[in-house]
């Protein structure tokens, strides 16, 4: 069975950082993807940051650039979101999501398995 547990998330002040944590089991890491994305009240699933195992690419939405990290311990199947320069409008749940198979990373249409997410709080 293929879990994902996130963790990290909490209350910040603006301009603060946090670190999300994406723990993997059940899950072979061959030829896989696995993102990030976020949620806000009212609105809509979008991808935060995905990283491609087949070409080893990384993308990042274009409001995080420069402030989102996305990271691997391999060894632990754990992936990592580091957030820095937070604004209020980062403020949402936090989900992390594998797949091998095709899939959009602007939405996660596509991810096959997802964690139950993680909410993050960024006040002004």
């Known amino acids: 069975e293929v879990q994902l547990v996130e963790s990290g998330g909490g209350l910040v002040q603006a301009g603060g950082s946090l670190k999300l944590s994406c723990a993997v089991s059940g899950f072979t890491f061959d030829d896989y993807a696995i993102g990030w994305f976020r949620q806000a009240p009212g609105k809509e699933r979008e991808g935060v940051s995905c990283f491609n195992n087949g070409d080893r690419s990384t993308y990042y939405v274009n409001s995080v650039k420069g402030r989102f990290t996305l990271s691997s311990d391999n060894a632990k199947n754990t992936v990592y979101l580091q957030m820095d320069s937070l604004k209020p409008e980062d403020t949402a749940v936090y989900y992390c999501?594998?797949?091998?198979?095709?899939?959009?990373?602007?939405?996660?249409?596509?991810?096959?398995?997802w964690g139950k997410g993680t909410l993050v709080t960024v006040s002004k």
């Open positions: 999501a594998v797949t091998k198979g095709p899939y959009n990373s602007r939405t996660g249409d596509g991810m096959d398995y």
